[in-house]
């Protein structure tokens, strides 16, 4: 079974600051990874996805992450966030290549202030 | 390009009863997936369904079924609620599988009392 944990349960940051939002995955078979954001009330939006080739990959909204093997991390950064990105922020993975469900971290809260 | 629909959006039942959620999936979307998501558990997933087959099932009891129609769209039922059900029900579609793009829908908020 696939599972996935992420570290830090809520990041306050200021506004024009960088962000980096740690998931760390376990799984005894190839993964799929994914962030997905949710704002108040609404369901989940996908940011960015890695199913196989470069490590780093270039989502939504200026967001990256980077899929590192050896570490069985998938770490969420920006370079720089808005008000607009204050939202809860999921990891989650899938067992390649049939497994069909997506099963998710706790979830962060990232808040944004001026 | 209409997104995923759910209905109802807001939904009180009381112990005991059976409730039925809808979701329709975007146009030519053949995947559809359902989550359970409360403050306690996070997000949990319940069945996945393409083409009408369930191909996966989380591992909720029983009282939780699902079910696929031929254009695509899913009701899922739960049965002899409990308390412990009230929680946000969201629904995903995409046009395969996993590995294509998920859109969620905005959920189906369930509270029972």
């Known amino acids: 079974a696939q599972s996935v944990t992420q570290l830090d349960s809520q990041v306050p940051v200021f506004e024009e600051a960088p962000v980096e939002l740690r998931c760390n995955y376990s799984?005894?078979?190839?993964?799929?990874l994914f962030w997905y954001v949710q704002y108040p009330n609404q369901g989940l939006q996908l940011l960015l996805k890695y199913l196989s080739g470069s490590t780093l990959v270039k989502g939504i909204n200026g967001f990256e992450a980077e899929f590192n093997k050896s570490q069985t991390s998938f770490h969420l950064r920006k370079p720089s966030v808005h008000i607009s990105d204050t939202a809860e922020y999921f990891c989650a993975v899938s067992g390649a290549p049939n497994d069909y469900k997506l099963s998710f971290g706790a979830g962060t809260t990232v808040t944004v202030r001026a | 390009k209409a997104g995923v629909t759910q209905t109802p959006r807001y939904l009180i039942k009381t112990r005991g009863q059976q409730v039925t959620l809808s979701c329709s999936p975007i146009s030519g979307h053949r995947s559809v997936s359902w989550y359970q998501q409360t403050p306690g558990q996070g997000l949990q997933f319940l069945f996945e369904?393409?083409?009408?087959?369930?191909?996966n099932k989380g591992n909720f009891p029983g009282r939780f079924s699902g079910r696929q129609f031929s254009n695509s769209r899913s009701e899922m039922n739960v049965s002899t609620l409990e308390l412990g059900d009230s929680a946000l029900y969201l629904c995903a579609s995409s046009l395969e599988g996993i590995t294509d793009t998920q859109y969620f829908g905005p959920g189906t908020r369930l509270t029972v009392l």
């Open positions: 799984s005894s078979v190839s993964v799929y």
């Open positions: 369904y393409f083409s009408e087959t369930q191909r």
